[in-house]
């Protein structure tokens, strides 16, 4: 059993791979409607084939990795599923012919070094809630519906000057979120509890649909104005590290009496993996030549 979850974590990083090179794809191709008509030019992309296969391989790569997920222990799911920011590193630049540079893969391996290790220290130092209190559920709630207003927020006063790393970052922190409801509706579900649709909270089912639907949008302007292993990158360090912080901070998951420097690993982890994404966002060979192409096309008037 535990090698057929590890098949599924392993076909699931590839299928998000591949599904975000895709969107990427799409998104690109649809660019200079969605410049014209930045408000509804996003529906367009419900009629672009390639769009549309991305889109499904990474549903299905969701479905494969919460199979693995269901199945195995964390320590053994959490890390291979960083292997998909090296597939989509690698395939990316085959397709647009870009040769990585030494950041570039630097950054990748800062990603993936400090993801697995976050997950793997935050796997030993927490233990499992199995029933949040409704105070609990309550400040969860608060916060993930300020930290989607601040991003609405972002949203809105980003759009004269956008920033991949931005919508990237707002992209994992909402489907943190997502991933932390998703969790606490499964309990409501699992106990067999009354009210909202088959036991789940109403509130709850509304701050998954908007932060979800929210976090969709993040995704492709981030693919708009960055590479697809950016995006993967971001989603695999940042989602992981909300969920796992909520946990500690909000849902009460840490462990009693745990020596100060396990916290400090933790700390550094998070910091390594951050940094790494921090510096695909600003060295990446397709970040530095888009950065260009604007550039020229800045100054293109000018020149007349």
Known sequence: MKWLSILAALVAACCLALGSERQSVGVRRHEAHLRIHPRSGFLTLFASPVWLAGGALMILGIILNVYALATAPL??????????????????ARIQRLKLNRVTIWAITACVAGSAGFVLIAFIATEENPAP???QEHLTAIVALTATAVFALVAVMSRRRPSAFLFILGAGVLFGFVAVFVRLASIHLLRGDAGGLLGIPWYQLGIMALAGLLGVYFVQMAHRYGPPDLVVAGLTVVDPMVGVLTGVIVLGELQPNLPWWVGLCMVVAAAIATLGVVALSRHHPDVIKRREQRRRAASAPAED
């Not at 959490?78 to 090296?86: E, M, R």
Request: charged share 5%.
């Open 133 to 135: 209190t409704l105070r």
């Open 75 to 92: 320590t053994v799911v959490q890390p291979i599923g960083a292997i998909a920011v090296v597939i989509t590193t690698v395939l990316n």
